[in-house]
C-alpha cells in the first residue's frame, strides 16, 4: 500500500527559524537524520530538544475541562474503521466483551525484564493526574482530565537498557507511533486508564492511551497494546507515521 491510510495532512516542521539557531551540541542523530525530506523534522526536533529541554506542557483547572470529540479510531473492532485491522480487531472485540480482565499491555525490547501487565498491575504503580489541552494536527483542542502511569515508571520497573533511545507503541488498529526516550521519560507523558475521573472510554482508548502532551494529538496513541524499546530509530512502515506522510517529531 503505497497510499496514506488516513487523510491526515502531513506537517512539516513548524519552527521555520530552526536553521538559523545554533543546532550544534545535541546528543545523537535525529531518526530521520540524512533525508531532506524530514530536515523539518529534524530541526524542530532538535530546536526543542536544544530551547525547552524537559519543560512541561501546561496544566489547567478542573473547571476548564470541556467536551472532547472522539476522532480517528474510535473502535478497533469496526471493519469500517480505516486503519481496522482484522486479528488485532478482533482479538480486541473479545477483550472489550471480557470488560478487559484479559488484557495485557506488553512491554518488550531494550529491558532486562520484558513482559506483559494487566491494567491491575499498571494501577499498582504510583499514578499521576493532568488536566491538559490536547491539540490535534487538523485544527481544534480540547482539555480534559488524564490518569495513568508515567511511562517512564513503567520503563524504569522493566529494567529499561542504557542504550535505549527510542519506544515505539503499538495499538489494536494498524498503527504505531514512535516517540524518542527523553519524551518518553518526560513526567507528562502517561498511559492513562481513566479520563474526567472514569474508566476511559472505548472511543477514546480504552483501555489504555498514551498521553504525549508535548506533542500533537496523533502521538497520544489510543487502545494501546504493546511497547517496544529500541536502541535506534526503527521505523514502523506503513503503519507510522513517516510513511504516512506525517512528522514524526510533531512537538508543540
Ligand atoms: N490507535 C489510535 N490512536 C489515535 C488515533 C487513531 O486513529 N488510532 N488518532 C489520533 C488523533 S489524530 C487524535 S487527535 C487523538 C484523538 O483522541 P480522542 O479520540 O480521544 O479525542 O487520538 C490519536 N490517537
Ligand atoms: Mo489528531
Known amino acids: ?20 539557531l ?36 501546561r496544566e489547567y483547572d478542573k473547571s476548564e475541562i470541556t467536551s472532547i470529540v472522539a476522532i480517528g479510531t474510535t473502535d478497533p473492532a469496526n471493519a469500517m474503521e480505516p486503519a481496522f485491522d482484522p486479528d488485532q480487531g478482533d482479538a480486541y472485540d473479545r477483550l472489550r466483551h471480557g470488560a478487559f ?10 529491558v532486562a525484564r520484558p513482559g506483559f501487565y494487566s491494567l491491575a498491575d499498571l494501577q499498582r504503580l504510583p499514578a499521576r493526574t493532568q488536566v491538559t ?7 481544534w483542542s480540547a482539555i480534559a482530565q488524564w490518569t495513568g502511569t508515567p511511562l517512564g515508571l513503567l520503563l ?3 529494567g529499561v ?4 533511545r527510542f519506544v ?10 514512535t516517540i524518542d526516550i527523553v519524551d518518553a521519560f518526560h513526567p507528562q507523558t502517561i498511559l492513562a486508564y481513566a479520563m474526567n475521573g472514569r474508566d476511559l472510554p472505548v472511543q477514546h482508548g480504552a483501555p489504555l492511551r498514551a498521553r504525549v502532551e508535548t506533542q500533537l494529538g496523533y502521538k497520544s496513541l489510543k487502545f494501546l497494546r504493546r511497547i517496544v524499546v529500541t536502541d535506534r ?17 510533531a512537538g508543540i
Not at 545535541?26 to 519543560?55: E, Q
Request: with cysteine.
Open 1 to 20: 500500500m503505497s497510499q496514506p491510510i488516513l487523510p491526515r495532512r502531513a506537517l512539516i516542521g513548524g519552527l521555520a527559524s530552526a536553521g538559523t
Open 22 to 57: 545554533g543546532l550544534a551540541g545535541c546528543s545523537g542523530d535525529p531518526p530521520t537524520y540524512g533525508s531532506l525530506l524530514r530536515m523539518g523534522d529534524n530541526l524542530t526536533w532538535r530546536a526543542h530538544r536544544l530551547l525547552f529541554g524537559r519543560g512541561l506542557a
Open 101 to 110: 480482565a484479559d488484557w495485557r499491555l506488553e512491554v518488550a525490547g531494550s
Open 133 to 139: 489541552k490536547h491539540t490535534c494536527e487538523e485544527g
Open 156 to 158: 524504569k520497573a522493566s
Open 161 to 164: 537498557k542504557p542504550t535505549a
Open 168 to 177: 515505539n507503541l503499538h495499538a489494536y488498529d494498524m498503527l504505531v507511533e
Open 233 to 249: 530509530f526503527e521505523d514502523p512502515g506503513k503503519r507510522g507515521d513517516i510513511q504516512n506522510g506525517w512528522s514524526w517529531y
